[in-house]
């Protein structure tokens, strides 16, 4: 199966939400990975008080080398509290992080767990000669983990990773960037509200 081209499309008809948003520099993606790691937050409280879990977010960022995939990944994970060194998985193919969220006083998961720490692994699919490599690479167990996965060069694994909840869509502009984002689920579409 020959490798998508890099910025294959999942059909219009299919979009729940779409905005634009232009960023003018590094600190204007920063700010935006900072609404939506609040953003996040909300969605993860709201769905785990509601009568429906947190099932995990899958968030495709699709952009050209240097657009900035990467660094919005890294101000989302400084924005949800990760303290830590952010590395580009361009070798390692999954980076993961695990963030603690502020107590929310809700019930507890039916893991037991009162669902203060989120599992936020980022994917980096570049090497990716083939879709296959994904299959056999055996990532599907974090997609199915209530986990948030990001994910770069998501046309690498072809169809395999399925409807993403939200794709991110980075074109260079003169110095900055556009940002063309898009909800595929009612969880992504509450993230992209908030944004």
Known sequence: MPVQPDHATLPAADVLLERT???ADEAATAAFGERFARALEAVRSERRIGEYAFKGLQV???GDLGAGKTTLVRATLRALGHTGRVRSPTYTLVEPY????????SRAEPNGNAGRELAVYH????RFNDPAEWADAGFREYFDSGAIC???????????LGVPDLVFSLDVEGDGRRLTARAYSEPGKACLERC
């Open 21 to 23: 948003t232009m960023l």
């Open 60 to 62: 495709q960022l699709i």
């Open 98 to 105: 695990t963030v603690e969220l502020p107590d929310t006083g």
């Open 123 to 126: 994917f980096d699919l570049y």
């Open 150 to 160: 990001l994910v770069e060069w998501p046309q690498r694994a072809g169809a395999l």
